[in-house]
C-alpha cells in the first residue's frame, strides 16, 4: 500500500512565524503535492513537484514556498504565517506512469 | 475551463435506503475519473479509476460507473460506516499533472 505521511495532524502557530509543514511518501513516487482545502473551496492547489529540486505552482502559491530536495519528501513552507492560512494542509503523491494521487492523513493548521 | 460538479451537495440517507451521487465534467480528452471518500479530518482516501465510457468498478457497496459526460457512484444499501465526503476528480486539460476536484458530496447515513 501506498504510504504518505505528514510530520503533524494538529499545528497552532502564531502570526508572522515561519511554518514547515513535511510531507514523505515511500512509494517512489516522482511526483508529489500540496492542497489546502477549506469549507466551500474545496481542495486547492499550492504547489506540486515532478522530480527532485523541480517544483511548480499551483493555483495559489501566494504567501507560500516549498522544497524537494530527496525524491521521498516535499515540504511546504509558510515564510510568515498569516491568520487566513489556516486551514488543512493536504500533502499526495503519485507515479508518473498513472494519474491516481495519494493522500496523506492532513495537518489541521491555526494561524492566531 | 475544466469544471467538475458534483451534485448533491448533501446526503441524508436511512440505513439501507440506496441512492446515487453525481459527478459531471467537461474537459477536453478524459484521462481517468478518480472517486476519493474522506472521512472527517482526514486525508482523502483513494477509491476507484475509471477511464472509458461504459466502464464499471465495485467495491463492496459502492459501484463507480462513467459516461462522456458525467460519472456516477451508486450505493447499494449503505451503512452508518458509509457516512463520509465522496469527492471526484479527473486530469486537468493541458497539465495532466494537476487535478480539477469536485466540491464532493456530503453523504449521511442514519441507522
Known amino acids: 500500500d501506498v504510504k504518505v505521511t505528514q510530520s503533524s495532524r494538529y499545528l497552532v502557530k502564531r502570526t508572522g512565524e515561519k511554518v514547515f509543514l513535511e510531507c514523505v511518501q515511500d512509494?517512489?513516487?516522482?511526483?508529489m503535492f500540496w492542497y489546502r482545502q477549506d469549507p466551500g473551496l474545496g481542495l486547492r492547489l499550492i504547489y506540486f513537484s515532478y522530480d527532485v529540486k523541480m517544483k511548480e505552482k499551483g493555483d495559489i502559491p501566494e504567501g507560500y514556498s516549498v522544497s524537494r530536495e530527496k525524491k521521498e519528501r516535499f515540504s511546504l513552507i509558510l515564510e510568515s504565517a498569516s491568520t487566513n492560512q489556516t486551514s488543512m494542509y493536504l500533502c499526495a503523491s503519485r507515479t508518473s506512469g498513472s494519474y491516481e494521487q495519494f493522500f496523506g492523513p492532513g495537518t489541521r493548521l491555526t494561524v492566531l | 475551463e475544466d469544471q467538475v460538479t458534483q451534485s448533491p451537495e448533501a446526503l441524508r440517507l436511512q440505513e439501507g435506503e440506496s441512492s446515487s451521487l453525481n459527478c459531471s465534467y467537461t474537459?477536453?480528452?478524459?484521462?481517468?475519473l478518480f472517486w476519493y471518500r474522506q472521512d472527517p479530518g482526514k486525508g482523502p482516501e483513494f477509491l476507484f479509476t475509471?477511464?472509458?465510457a461504459g466502464e464499471e468498478k465495485e467495491k463492496e457497496r459502492l459501484k463507480a460507473t462513467l459516461t462522456k459526460k458525467e460519472s456516477f457512484l451508486h450505493i447499494t444499501a449503505p451503512k452508518p460506516e458509509d457516512s463520509a465526503t465522496y469527492l471526484c476528480a479527473v486530469p486537468r486539460t493541458g497539465s495532466a499533472r494537476q487535478l480539477t476536484f469536485g466540491s464532493g458530496t456530503q453523504l449521511t447515513v442514519l441507522p
Open positions: 512509494m517512489d513516487h516522482e511526483n
Open positions: 474537459v477536453s480528452g478524459l484521462r481517468g
Open positions: 475509471l477511464y472509458s
